[in-house]
């Protein structure tokens, strides 16, 4: 039998493990090329619900043709992004466009206007989604994309089942703050903090930029009308003047092809990259809580080791007056304290011997999840700036085309005005 008043020193907890190779940055995938049309709505009332056809096509092996086509709901993206979330906690996924908008309080929703959105934004979720080197070969997002019926697996897998559930007494508290914080997910997230409030602000922004130019959009209407009735109360130059109103019904009608362009894409992609940033830090929100893990763990344990210590040494005190009135008591009541402390000694080191395990495989986590988030980061930044890139682009090519038109269209009023000829009366 151990001798439990000389026992062997106890195992610390492991503080370091030897970094493994370097994980091979992430480079985007183009090996899905998915796209997403065709809404219709089924149902009335309450049961209406609105699908699209999500088309793929591919060159991988994995899936049963080049071009698989299916029709899904809302709700089957919900459940596509929750088992992504939930297999790849530290990837920091594309905003799924969500249901916190004034459309579902105002019944809107079924709006073609909204639907159209909604059709483009889960057609960018879709694409940034696969971009994703990992995401794109899942089994989750190939049966996504094409098995007729999503059937989630809600069996766990017992090698996946997480030691820390097997110690019931430990109540991690989700609101602890990080003892030793890492500087450099400081840095990112008030990075990616001030990132969105620029993004924020660039949508109020644009969101007010629009309302001007449907305001300018409707008065040039209104001009348009004057110029038109101006022309069949001047017989003499009703024609050009008629022409001259259509030609501004024309411009009217690109300036609202143009605002709805930039509100259906432009900020439609502002509002993705919002939610992105939001993704971003509930990623970094998972990671502190690994490590967060780790440290409440340690402490336990620590506890636990202290407390075998002052068991194991009682002639050294400190076990302050609640011990000392403790051991009173038991004597009172006829409790053996000597058979008492080894019983205590011997749970005490089971218990060690079982957190000393699960702070190993805490800390093992938690440097994982880091490895794994250090080239998501810079693959998210990588993406982001490509993605900004190409949006601007858009934005400015969208605004020259834009004022090429519009420079036609009044190129075409000059010859109108110039040729005007009025008819002399002589009496």
């Given at each position: 039998?151990?001798?439990?008043?000389?026992?062997?020193?106890?195992?610390?907890?492991?503080?370091?493990?030897?970094?493994?190779?370097?994980?091979?940055?992430?480079?985007?995938?183009?090996?899905?090329?998915?796209?997403?049309?065709?809404?219709?709505?089924?149902?009335?009332?309450?049961?209406?619900?609105?699908?699209?056809?999500?088309?793929?096509?591919?060159?991988?092996?994995?899936?049963?043709?080049?071009?698989?086509?299916?029709?899904?709901?809302?709700?089957?993206?919900?459940?596509?992004?929750?088992?992504?979330?939930?297999?790849?906690?530290?990837?920091?996924?594309?905003?799924?466009?969500?249901?916190?908008?004034?459309?579902?309080?105002?019944?809107?929703?079924?709006?073609?206007?909204?639907?159209?959105?909604?059709?483009?934004?889960?057609?960018?979720?879709?694409?940034?989604?696969?971009?994703?080197?990992?995401?794109?070969?899942?089994?989750?997002?190939?049966?996504?994309?094409?098995?007729?019926?999503?059937?989630?697996?809600?069996?766990?897998?017992?090698?996946?089942?997480?030691?820390?559930?097997?110690?019931?007494?430990?109540?991690?508290?989700?609101?602890?703050?990080?003892?030793?914080?890492?500087?450099?997910?400081?840095?990112?997230?008030?990075?990616?903090?001030?990132?969105?409030?620029?993004?924020?602000?660039?949508?109020?922004?644009?969101?007010?930029?629009?309302?001007?130019?449907?305001?300018?959009?409707?008065?040039?209407?209104?001009?348009?009308?004057?110029?038109?009735?101006?022309?069949?109360?001047?017989?003499?130059?009703?024609?050009?003047?008629?022409?001259?109103?259509?030609?501004?019904?024309?411009?009217?009608?690109?300036?609202?092809?143009?605002?709805?362009?930039?509100?259906?894409?432009?900020?439609?992609?502002?509002?993705?990259?919002?939610?992105?940033?939001?993704?971003?830090?509930?990623?970094?929100?998972?990671?502190?809580?690994?490590?967060?893990?780790?440290?409440?763990?340690?402490?336990?344990?620590?506890?636990?080791?202290?407390?075998?210590?002052?068991?194991?040494?009682?002639?050294?005190?400190?076990?302050?007056?609640?011990?000392?009135?403790?051991?009173?008591?038991?004597?009172?009541q006829g409790v053996d304290t000597e058979r008492a402390r080894q019983t205590k000694i011997i749970k005490l080191s089971g218990k060690i011997t079982e957190l000393q395990e699960a702070v190993q495989a805490s800390e093992e986590m938690s440097i994982a999840f880091n490895k794994e988030l250090e080239r998501e980061i810079d693959f998210y930044e990588r993406i982001k700036l490509d993605d900004l890139?190409?949006?601007?682009?858009?934005?400015?090519?969208?605004?020259?085309?834009?004022?090429?038109?519009?420079?036609?269209?009044?190129?075409?009023?000059?010859?109108?005005?110039?040729?005007?000829?009025?008819?002399?009366?002589?009496?």
């Amino acid at each position: 039998m151990e001798d439990w008043d000389h026992p062997s020193p106890p195992a610390e907890p492991i503080n370091t493990i030897p970094n493994a190779r370097p994980l091979v940055p992430l480079t985007p995938s183009n090996a899905l090329d998915i796209s997403v049309s065709d809404p219709q709505k089924h149902g009335e009332g309450t049961s209406a619900f609105v699908n699209y056809l999500v088309t793929t096509k591919t060159s991988l092996e994995a899936f049963s043709s080049p071009v698989v086509s299916v029709r899904r709901r809302f709700q089957d993206f919900a459940w596509l992004h929750k088992a992504l979330s939930d297999e790849y906690p530290y990837v920091i996924l594309a905003a799924l466009p969500g249901k916190h908008r004034l459309e579902y309080i105002t019944g809107d929703r079924f709006s073609p206007e909204f639907i159209e959105k909604r059709k483009v934004s889960l057609d960018n979720y879709l694409k940034r989604v696969s971009r994703h080197p990992l995401i794109a070969k899942s089994q989750i997002l190939r049966r996504f994309l094409e098995s007729n019926e999503i059937v989630p697996e809600f069996v766990a897998k017992a090698a996946q089942a997480h030691v820390l559930d097997n110690i019931s007494d430990v109540l991690l508290n989700a609101f602890s703050k990080i003892k030793h914080p890492d500087p450099k997910y400081i840095e990112f997230k008030e990075h990616v903090d001030k990132f969105q409030e620029t993004l924020i602000s660039l949508e109020r922004l644009h969101a007010r930029l629009i309302r001007s130019e449907t305001e300018l959009e409707l008065d040039m209407l209104e001009f348009g009308g004057c110029i038109t009735t101006l022309g069949l109360m001047e017989t003499q130059i009703t024609s050009p003047l008629t022409d001259f109103g259509t030609i501004l019904r024309n411009l009217c009608t690109l300036m609202r092809e143009r605002i709805n362009h930039e509100d259906l894409v432009y900020l439609t992609n502002i509002q993705e990259y919002i939610g992105h940033c939001m993704s971003a830090k509930e990623t970094l929100k998972t990671r502190d809580q690994k490590q967060t893990d780790f440290e409440e763990l340690s402490v336990y344990l620590q506890n636990h080791i202290t407390d075998r210590e002052k068991a194991l040494n009682p002639q050294r005190g400190g076990g302050g007056i609640a011990s000392f009135l403790s051991t009173k008591m038991q004597e009172l009541q006829g409790v053996d304290t000597e058979r008492a402390r080894q019983t205590k000694i011997i749970k005490l080191s089971g218990k060690i011997t079982e957190l000393q395990e699960a702070v190993q495989a805490s800390e093992e986590m938690s440097i994982a999840f880091n490895k794994e988030l250090e080239r998501e980061i810079d693959f998210y930044e990588r993406i982001k700036l490509d993605d900004l890139k190409t949006d601007l682009k858009a934005y400015v090519d969208n605004q020259v085309l834009f004022y090429e038109k519009s420079l036609e269209y009044w190129d075409q009023i000059v010859p109108i005005i110039e040729n005007i000829q009025l008819e002399d009366h002589i009496e």
